[in-house]
């Protein structure tokens, strides 16, 4: 067992939090911005500190190698993402690049060394609130996304992501590729739901990853003066909409206990006191560990829509603009962090995650496990985000202790 | 009976729908823009022609005076507005205006000259879509709004009402106000809404305006990550928003036959996909002919707001932002127009208007009356709004004579 120091550990995590700081004590740090710069130099100086051999990739993923023993062996890799989403929290990613750099640096002050090379990596524009989609950098790292397509992307302002990345002097010169077999990849990641806090865990050890479909829907009705049009002539396409995120919040409870669904953007036009709206987009969000339970909750908010555009009169489009299958982690990922858990004297509680992580893309590369810690009300994506100094540290140490453990092996 | 030149009144309705066209046959003509300072150029130098005596009042409402037999006479003061909605029709307040002034080129060229004045007008800012309040012009000078108050609104790049208003050359030296009394306000305007067309009437017989109440309710729930957070930790604000849609979808067919309600304006924070929205804002608009069931309205949307905040676990803030009253126009107009209806040989058809006009505040001035000309599919405030040109003439020939009979007595 290796026993990070709780104080560098802490003061770290402090240190990361300062830039991009908001004035609530939130985080926001977006991809490529400025502050993104900020974070990387602080980061890749002290990947060296801790005596790494560092090197960026093409699409700006940042890698620092521990040499292991057999410097041959299939490395452990280990990392999370240091972006954030706007006025986002400071745990977030964050905690699990810390938690990784407080490993390699106990190795190096111990003079540690495991079998296995450790990697500890930085994963470029996990949130994808700049940039679509999220998880990109390890989508790209993994083959799932095509490095020319998603280096065209563009912000807002219209700023590719290609512009961006050169910038801030983070356009690396190595494949962003797996150039070498990979044992194991481990993340640690804030819960960001009730879960572990319910259950008065210490630490969490998550199992996978639950399937999501993501959609629009667009109602079309017809746009009129909201005074002298009488009710039976309308064909408003905001009542449609709202009768349909009226059942959306329902739709859940028909399905599963972990199933959720969520309506989180609309838009109305003209969007006008005085006006019907004669067209409103909203998108849906299903999600749950099993796929079959996935795909039911997009049947279901089809037939839904179809019935409430009936109901009032107006038309309806409907877009998955994305799905996912749900992700089992490696059993033997899984076996190792419950046992160091348990070594540790955690109390520790399996969980499936609710939202997608950068583990998510791993999953199709090589073994991959995820730790949890435990979050404040769940909170997250927003300065409210909280996670105690021995919650975090918990994490960490299961984290290390059980990346040190594979690479040992 | 005097009898409109047809095929003038058609060119001048084509010239004026010319001034701020838009492709798709409609009218983007704004309060103070460029081009309301041509079409205001336009029309004064046909008011000009005309020889009309034409004053610019402070506000920038024009008025142009065709002088009576005895010019002591309390005059006929005829008008409407010739500004128009974003991508709205080309009729709307243009008519009224048009036909005014076909009125007194029609005197003018045969020497008629009844006992009063008759005085036409384009009163300022009827729309309400740059500058707000709607009717804004018609409000100062009838004294319910202050003119100072009122120079200082900004549209939404900041501009005041005052500095557009001298920049398009229209901020006159007349008081805002009226100067002389009147005997009579009347004012054509298209019905925009399906009711004429509906009884197959040549022209409509205005009753009054309906009343209403505008308010904005505030639904302050948890903003969390959409994926992990349980469907019964959720405080969802655009659920309870959705909710309360639904029911003013409902509200006016338990309250009366004319009720209308309509939720025009939602707006959702943050918005994104992938978060439960914390804070949604929307508008109700109810209006009815009775002011009673107005207020009903507006009790059941505060009653239907407060259980769909308790239903949902969020906090809800409401505040009605205007209350109008209905307006009853004066017996002797809405007889005058209609018997001059049936001298015309026009079946008319009695309505109250569903939405308000510069009549609104003139009735507070003085006894007011209005002429409604067919709506197809009572389309308005849209490129869409349509009315035939045998309905544009058969208005405009009953406001007409209805004015000059009034003149007469």
Redesign the interface.
Known sequence: MIKLDRDRFIELMVEQSEIGATDDGGLHRLALTDADRQIRDWFREKMEDAGLDVRIDEFGNMFGRYEGAEPDAAPVLVGSHLDSQ?KGGSYDGALGIIAALELVLTLHDNEIRPTRPIEIVNWTNEEG?RFQP?MQGSGVWAGEHDLETEYTKTDSEGTTFEDELDRIGYKGDVPAEPTENYDVYLELHV?????LEDANADVGVVTGI?G?S?GELTFTGE?????????H?RS?A??A???V??RI?RI??TLGE???????????T????????GEVTL?W?F?DPDDAVVQRAYENVVREARAAAEREGVDVEYEETMRASSVEFAPRCIETIQSTTTDLGYDSERLI????HDATHLASVTDTGMVFAVSED?????PEEYTSWDDCYAAAMTLSNAAVRIATE
Chains 1, 2 share one sequence.
């Open positions: 706007p609130s999220a819960e960001q739901g009730p879960y639950v999501f993501w746009s009129d003066h909201s005074g002298p049009t009488p009710m002539y408003d905001l009542v909409a709202a009768d995120i009226t919040r859940p409870g972990r199933t959720v669904g969520t309506v989180g953007y609309i838009d109305a003209p969007n006008s006191v005085n006006v019907i709206p998108t969000g999600r995650s609710g939202a997608g769940g909170k997250s994506h927003s």
